[in-house]
């Protein structure tokens, strides 16, 4: 069994790039659709109702490009709309906590996890419930860290005033003596390097891009919905503001070159 | 001749509550409808018709509560709309920018003129424009800041942090000898401290806000819209978003406590 329709995955900007490269490298004859709500993004720092209500409109614009599957790459949209996307739709919907929560876990040893990423998804406590699910003795320690993503947007992903902004973050995070750190927001990727300096070696940095495509393959596998052995793939990326500025940050995301960004408004 | 109607003010966000202070001092008597547009927010490096598709609809939603007047308190919504709404509207609308240049080049004894604001507003060229326009010889130079608006929102106005990202934007400003300084963005008036510690005393900080009530002020006298004598104004508060982040930031802004914010979902 096998179907040939694209994967669905979509982010408030361009950080759901970072999964859209692990979902390439892992699953290389799979087709995509990625739509990032430029015109709308940042989603950290919206209510939950807010970012449903824009979730639900990006499942309805991949469902009519006919995916197969969709895969929430974005932490806060996860954590706001995973539950109610999965209720409402037949196909399967895969977000990026519980891969990261699973691959913390595993990482761990003393189960003092720490958790980034934007006050949406700090405060929701979705990390939480997912790590407890899997490790109900974990202390999980939260942080929001709102201004890593303006930062890494600029391109500032090793300069002083990014460290100085780090190292105020980080400090809750070092005193509770965290071994792993989950990097819950898909822009943080790119601050790992940093990450890992102000940290050391003992604390293992968790980017649920790897784990969220490696959960995508499950899926698909599972439900015979994987692409034809040999297919060649299409890679289509949607926007809905103007396309020039992905077109300029998104490469640095994906780890390649965009040849073209289609333009959906919506909202 | 009077208008009791309320002026419709709107912004990206919370930033052009800054406008709506002054507005209130400068005419205590006139009532104030205000809507940002936290749903959608930021605005500052979203493309041109992004946000004039924004801020045709918020004006339609200001006009359907019966403002006699428009006042675009936002400085990226007003270079990239403002004439677009003036020539679709019967009423008056004004904008931040030509307000600022008119007080800017005021100030200015050199004629060497430097504006900080958002992508978008500076790429626009709009307070190039607007001071050319009153003053041919000057020198314009203009500076983007992208990573002022969510510092400020942080409220991270005088950190170590804060001042090294100003360092690295000011310096070619310095490096220009400008005189005077348009703070282009409503954010900005909140670093007003840092800023004026780090370009010293001789060199003038324009905050539009205090110049666009006054043209407020003009309009409406011009027009015979003015609020009779001894009114008692009612100012009601709107964003897209959920008020809650409003009402927590809002007062910073404002300089006043805000009772209630209603919420008006777009986009």
Redesign the interface.
Known sequence: MSNPAPIGVFDSGIGGLTVVHEIMRQLPHESIVYFGD???VPYG??????VQ?YSREIADFLESQGVKAIVIACNTATAHALPMLRAERALPVIGVVEPGARAAVAASRSGAIGVIGTLGTVKSGAYDRAIHALRPDARVAGQAC??F???V??G?TD????R??AD?YLEPLVHEHVDTLVLGCTHYPLLKPLLHELLGPTVRLIDSAEETAAETARVLRDRGLEAPAGAVPVHRFFC???P??FLALGQRFLGRAIDRVESH?L?
Chains 1, 2 share one sequence.
Do not use: Y
């Open positions: 430029t015109a709308r720092n919206k209510g939950p109702e807010t209500r709102p201004l993503v303006p930062l947007e600029e500032w300069r002083a005033a990014t100085l902004v105020e809905s503001d103007e020039s500025r408004p909202g």
